[in-house]
């Protein structure tokens, strides 16, 4: 089994088809609004989200941009701006990271974030919490 060579390794194929590769937006300074410039902002915004090869810029951005203060992102990509996707990478890493142990405030605010009922373990650790909270102001009270 054997590949013709044209067809190894060509990463960055899809963005030939990307809006923002192809004349009359190939260069173009709406990719680059700034902050302020917030219709260029909105242009570059839709025109991306009628581009053919979303899903790949985003994927890539994501990958490329990872772990990146928002100062170190730039221009549009993916239909996004800067800031938002430096939030998305926040959402997408909170929700990776593995719900807390029962029996602990954190999972107790948790069973609350999501609605679910509350199991013993976890009142018992909120109401301990509380307690402890009672004590320190009625101390700092003196
Ligand atoms: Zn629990």
């Known amino acids: 089994m054997s590949y013709a060579p044209d067809t190894l ?4 194929e ?3 088809k990307g809006t923002c590769t192809q004349p009359p937006y190939a260069g173009s300074d709406l990719w680059y609004a700034d902050e302020w410039q917030k219709d260029d902002r909105r242009a570059a915004i839709s025109l991306c989200r009628t581009c053919p090869v979303l899903d790949a810029c985003r994927a890539t951005a994501a990958k490329e941009e990872a772990g990146k203060a928002k100062a170190h992102r730039h221009g549009i990509r993916a239909a996004m701006t800067p800031r938002q996707r430096w939030l998305a990478e926040q959402k997408s890493r909170e929700q990776a990271e593995p719900r807390p142990a029962c029996g602990t405030t954190k999972a107790y605010y948790q069973h609350l974030a999501v609605d679910e009922p509350v199991d013993a373990a976890c009142q018992a650790a909120s109401d301990a919490y509380e307690q402890q909270l009672a004590t320190t102001s009625q101390n700092g009270q003196r």
Do not use: G, L, M
Request: charged share 0%; net charge neutral.
């Open 9 to 12: 390794h060509q990463p960055a």
């Open 14 to 16: 899809w963005t030939a």
